[in-house]
């Protein structure tokens, strides 16, 4: 079946530092790859995508790569600010394997102090 | 952002007693989630729709029903509730399930209460 893992949290950064959040994935097809963010007591926002390998997704200063010779898709962004700071989801989404849902990872905490 | 709503926001209720949570969207997608957010799992899928009257189950459907009348609603109902139920909700739309428009798009969330 299809996983998701992403680091384990929380991640405390000072501002202007740089950010990386590993995500790796399985998934039984040819995947498309999401980071979805989450403001405390707000829902998911989709942050950015990629659909085929090599596929760089960006917005926001944030960027991930779709390296399928190593099944990840890890979010950067080179300097991070005070209202970076929320909860972000890497997904799958197999829609070729017949699956409607997108697969989650448990949320990577970002926490960026002044 | 989509257009995508959801009532109540916030529900306490007690264990039992049976909940019906909706989700409201003006975007005319066809498909529909449910899902649900516990810390430690993430989210995990509940039940979805791919079209009026047409919904199937998720990863953990079980003590929970749905139904969709109109393309613009979709109602979750947990016909028994229990404290194990406790948690937030987020429902789901996206246009398609093809490649480059199965993008889901959620709505803010129900946080519920069972005591």
């Known amino acids: 079946g299809n996983s998701v893992t992403q680091m384990e949290g929380p991640v405390t950064l000072s501002e202007e530092a740089f950010l990386t959040i590993n995500c790796t994935y399985t998934?039984?097809?040819?995947?498309?790859l999401f980071w979805y963010v989450q403001y405390p007591g707000e829902g998911l926002q989709l942050l950015l995508k990629?659909?085929?390998?090599?596929d760089k997704g960006s917005n926001k200063g944030f960027e991930a790569t779709y390296r399928k010779e190593t099944t990840s898709f890890h979010l950067e962004k080179g300097s991070v600010q005070v209202s970076d700071s929320a909860v972000y989801f890497c997904?799958?989404?197999?829609?070729?394997?017949?699956?409607?849902?997108?697969?989650f990872g448990k949320g990577t905490k970002l926490s960026v102090i002044p | 952002d989509a257009g995508i709503t959801q009532s109540p926001r916030h529900k306490v209720t007690e264990t039992g007693t049976p909940v019906t949570l909706r989700c409201h969207q003006t975007e005319n997608h066809r498909y529909m989630y449910w899902y649900r957010q516990d810390p430690g799992h993430g989210l995990r899928l509940i039940h979805y729709?791919?079209?009026?009257?047409?919904?199937d189950k998720g990863e953990v459907s079980d003590g929970y029903s749905v139904s969709r009348s109109k393309t613009e609603d979709f109602l979750l109902t947990l016909e028994s509730a229990t404290s194990s139920q406790t948690s937030v909700y987020f429902c789901?739309?996206?246009?398609?399930?093809?490649?480059?428009?199965?993008?889901?798009?959620f709505g803010p969330g129900t946080r519920l209460l069972v005591l």
């Open positions: 998934a039984t097809g040819y995947p498309s």
């Open positions: 789901a739309i996206s246009f398609s399930r093809d490649r480059g428009q199965e993008t889901q798009y």
């Open positions: 990629a659909t085929k390998a090599d």
């Open positions: 997904a799958l989404g197999d829609s070729g394997a017949g699956s409607y849902q997108l697969t």
């Open positions: 729709s791919y079209g009026v009257k047409d919904t």
